[in-house]
Structure formats: C-alpha cells, structure tokens
C-alpha cells in the first residue's frame, strides 16, 4: 500500500466523518488526528490485509443476518396470534440452523468475535438482544453463557471510531469497491464440516510432527558440534 494511496484513503475517511457526524470542531479534530495515527502506522498494511480476510469470511454472515431479520420482522407484523408469531420465528430459527450452524461452527476465534460485532453493526442489536427480543431471556442468558466458553462476548458492539477502525476502513473500500469482496455467505453441511474438522486435525499433526524432527535435527547438531 504506497503512500498516495494513504494519503487519499486519510482524506476520504476524514472527509466523510466530518461530513456525515456533524460534531464540534474540537472532536472532529481528535477524530482525524486518531485515524491520522492508525492509518500511518508502520504495520498498518499488515493489520488491513489480515482483517480484510476475516471481513470477506463473516461480512456476508452479518448481512445475511441482518437481511433476515428484516423479512423476519416483516411476517411477524401480520401475524395476529401468538402461536402465528412463534411458528415464524421457530421457522426462521430453524432456516438459520440448518444453513449456517456450520458455516459459524468452522470460524476462528477472532472470526467469530468480528461476526458479532458486524452483526451488531448492520442490524443495530447485539446478538444477545436478538436472542432476547425473538426467544426468550432464558435462551438469551443460556446463548451468552455458551458464548463465553468460547471467548466470544454476544453483547459486543461495534466501535468504528474505536477499537474496530481497521475494520471499518476495510468495509469503507468494499462500498467504494477499492478491494474485491463477494457477498454471498457461504453455506456448509454437517458431513462438510467433519471432512474439513478431520483435514484440519491431520494438518496439526503433520506440523507438530515436523517441528519435532525439526528440534531433533537441531539438538543432534548442537551434539556433534561440541563433540
């Protein structure tokens, strides 16, 4: 990434903040002196690049997400009856089930930290508030509960002026069509995910394996040099 290329994405992020949030002159200020800091930084490219692989994995999760709550919501309003509303969101709930409990399932950590914040983004919940307005309080506490054991926090927020500024630049020059970027999420059956678990496991071990022979290799020649 060459300096022109910082220099202007500086100017059009900059310009777009300040245009778009209508702040005090002394914020807007704070606010282009930090994306001044990020942006220059030595190891911004590297810090792009990696979350620009992420963003392409989940984004599409995100918008998904928040694309089916809107026709989630638009069956629920003519819906009359409680047992009419509970039969569309069961309905839903199971569509999302079998479409992506995998596709989720097979993220990082660090993926699936960035899904929920996107989630939070497009559709301006978190994901327990999801929860919590579509099941119950209940299932929200027992989500949030399952969510910890695997370090992922369903309350996360997005931060774009924060600690997901890396991220929001990314997605800005998606809209721009600065980087390529496919919306379609992907989808993965259950036998996919085995296969997929199952080479990942082998991968592991091979590396392990050859780490170490690798060790071995150097420990003999430590050996041979003192002898």
């Not at 969101?89 to 990082?108: A, G, P, R, W």
């Not at 559709?123 to 989500?143: A, C, D, L, P, Q």
């Not at 069509?177 to 989808?187: C, E, G, K, L, Y």
Request: aromatic share 8%; hydrophobic share 35%.
């Amino acid at each position: 990434m060459n300096l022109q290329y910082i220099l202007i994405l500086l100017l059009f992020i900059s310009v777009s903040l300040l245009t778009s949030l209508g702040v005090c002159q002394e914020r807007d200020d704070d606010k282009v002196k930090h994306l001044r800091e990020i942006v220059l930084r030595k190891d911004f490219k590297s810090l792009y690049e990696k979350q620009l692989r992420r963003v392409r994995r989940v984004y599409p999760l995100a918008l998904e997400a928040a694309k089916m709550i809107d026709e989630l919501n638009e069956e629920l309003e003519i819906q009359e009856s409680r047992r009419g509303k509970r039969k569309v969101t069961k309905k839903y709930n199971k569509e999302i089930k079998s479409e992506y409990l995998f596709v989720v399932k097979d993220l990082y950590i660090e993926e699936g930290k960035l899904l929920m914040k996107l989630i939070h983004r497009e559709t301006g919940m978190t994901v327990e508030e999801i929860i919590s307005r579509y099941k119950n309080r209940f299932s929200s506490e027992m989500y949030n509960q399952l969510g910890k054991i695997w370090d992922q926090k369903l309350d996360a927020r997005y931060d774009p002026q924060g600690e997901d500024i890396i991220t929001e630049i990314v997605l800005m020059d998606i809209k721009n069509n600065v980087v390529t970027f496919d919306p379609t999420p992907r989808h993965m059956s259950k036998e996919e995910y085995k296969a997929e678990i199952k080479d990942y496991r082998a991968n592991k071990r091979a590396a392990r394996k050859l780490m170490r022979q690798q060790r071995r290799v150097a420990s003999e020649s430590v050996i041979n040099e003192d002898e």
